[in-house]
């Protein structure tokens, strides 16, 4: 129920592929794949049913569930460290588990893959005070003042590019009408006992209105993904608040899961290379908003 676009009023055909790769011996229902971009799909069309939710709110519904799988980054799940599921071994690649001593104060970012499926050697460790300090130190660098100046330009920029967005979808829109009408005109100036060329016509007609139908489906459903444009007043409460920020950062009010969830909204993931023995260790983060 949480899935399907029907309970958005969505009439939806192709959300799964079969690959035959994929099917199994005696199981002619094996190789299915469910397919989760709905610019993939074969067939979407809004506000073709009795809807229980509107279409923003089913794919944020689904941008949720995504976050909580395991093999995202998910929601914070407790404890200190920073980086609890978005660390990623630059060894083999896996993510890396977060453990904690018996206290729970000390935390340590391992991977375990191998050894805990198959009995094999511990790939690599590192203790997480050092990373999260050093994650840290980029989180707020790219929150301060003159990163959010830079933002704020970088949003003007992108307002720039919806406008020129705006004018090509309009353009495009535009032209099917044009030839919409032009395959109308030429239906109803047809001959009515040439019914030949009057049913080709009718048909030139019907595939370009549902063109034309397509069309501005696609377009609403590619500016409803635009981010909406910031007001004055929000601009300069972001200002505001970015000068407040490493002071909010470490204030004793601030809990983990605040830092946690932070982390979460500017970072894709984090890969840790360890140098053999030590704990001296390559880190890279990855994200929209770190430098």
Known sequence: MLRHPAYAGAYVYGRRRHDGRLRLPGKPHSGRRFVRDPQKWMVLHQNALPAYIDWESYERNQELM??????YPGVPRGGTALLGGLVICGVCGRKMVTGYNDDGREARYSCSYEATNYGGSQCQSISARPVDACVSALILEAISPAAIDV???????????RQQLHEGWKQRLERADYETALARRRYEAVD???RLVARTLERDWEAAMARTQALADERQRALARQPKRLTEQEKDMVCRLAEDVPALWKAHSTTSRDRQTIARLMLDGVTIQVFGETERAEIKATGRAVP
Do not use: F, K, T
């Open 192 to 194: 009515p006992d040439n």
């Open 66 to 71: 995504a976050a909580n799988r395991s093999r």
């Open 151 to 161: 933002s704020l330009q970088v949003a003007e920029d992108i307002e720039l590019e």
